[in-house]
């Protein structure tokens, strides 16, 4: 039988094993467009070590010389990243345990490779070397403060994505996709009342190719734009022009609408009742105009929305307004609740702005919903207002009663003109079920 000293050894021994951090198996470095001459002996090491390279084709170019390895006898594998993109991270994983360097751009972890590996690959066991990203680059071009610029990816996104962003004196920078971005950026600022912002287009920064040119948006000219770029817009609010709030209860004629819209003030309202949060799933169920998902996008850029709406035409409206209103992500789902619901991701708040009272489409919600996540309801029939009522009875939250009129011309005078009133379920989903 072993003695007292052993058996804490042994113990000391399987407690540092167990506490030992893991091997570092994984490298990303960021390269800019420089090349190898911009990395450190560090960032140059990692990948001359490595047995797998993964990157772009531009990327490995870059780095041909530290992949042929002068660290070792032979060359590493380069593989080009692949599409669709997700087979590349497998392919990645499955290479656990060996030297696997993964090339990125700039900073990986800023709209780049380096956060979608993360999700998978602790911290412990990647080593990240990053490279200025092309925002960093572009603010020293410009002389910007970083931390008071609106800094937007449309690289793979809608332009329209910036529109929430532009208002009069502020300063943007937008990673576009391509050559014809810088153009696209222009035209969708002369059409929104912003043609005379300044455009500076910023081209293959820290390269032997860099260029800086700048041009207003309205009658945007510039010619043979290098397809890597970014685009800094000093916006310029002309008469007119649709500068998005902060606050939600965008004015109603901004929405496309047959008059099926959840009114500015009501909207206002019921935005506060679904209280967004970061990173959070809408579900906007009977969507009409699309106002309540498009509003809730707009509060934040880490939240996501589904707009459920039965009707066609509507649905190409509620995808024309999230793109006129800055919320090109909205995801629309054309299709009848609670049967349109099933296969969606579990969201966590739920609005029902329109067939509450058809059979099966609350409990669908509610079933849905994760623990501890909201549903607002609201409702403007006798019939409807109804179901709430006994809902309330039987679940408890909250009923709140919304009225409001408007001053309008009577008689050559002025009165009061009441809108129909609204009655509002809010219920919180427990985050635990009773035994």
Known sequence: MPGAEAVVGDMVGDMAADNAPARRWLSIVGLGEDGLDGLSPRGRALIEEAEVVFGGARHLALAREAIRGAARAFPAEARAWPSPFEDGVRQVLALAGGRVCVLASGDPFLHGVGTVLARHVPAGEMEVVPAPSAFSLAAARLGWALNETALVSAHGRAVETVR????????????????????????????????????????????????????????????DIHPLNLVGIEVAAGEGAREIPLTPGLPDEWYENDGQLTKRGIRALTLAALAPRRGELLWDIGAGAGSIGIEWMLADPSLKAIAIEERGERASRVERNARALGAPGLRVVEGRAPEALEGLPAPDVVFVGGGASEAGVLEAAIEALKPGGRLVVNAVTLETEAVLLARHAALGGGLTRIAMAQASPVAGMTGWRPAMPVTQWTWLKPRMVAR
């Open 164 to 223: 929430r962003h532009l208002h009069d004196a502020s300063r943007v920078l937008v990673l576009t996709s391509d050559a014809e971005g810088p153009a696209a950026l222009a035209a969708l600022l002369a059409a929104s009342g912003f043609g005379a912002s300044r455009l500076t287009v910023l081209e293959a920064l820290g390269g032997p190719r860099e260029r800086v040119r700048a041009a207003p948006a309205e009658g945007f000219a510039l010619a």
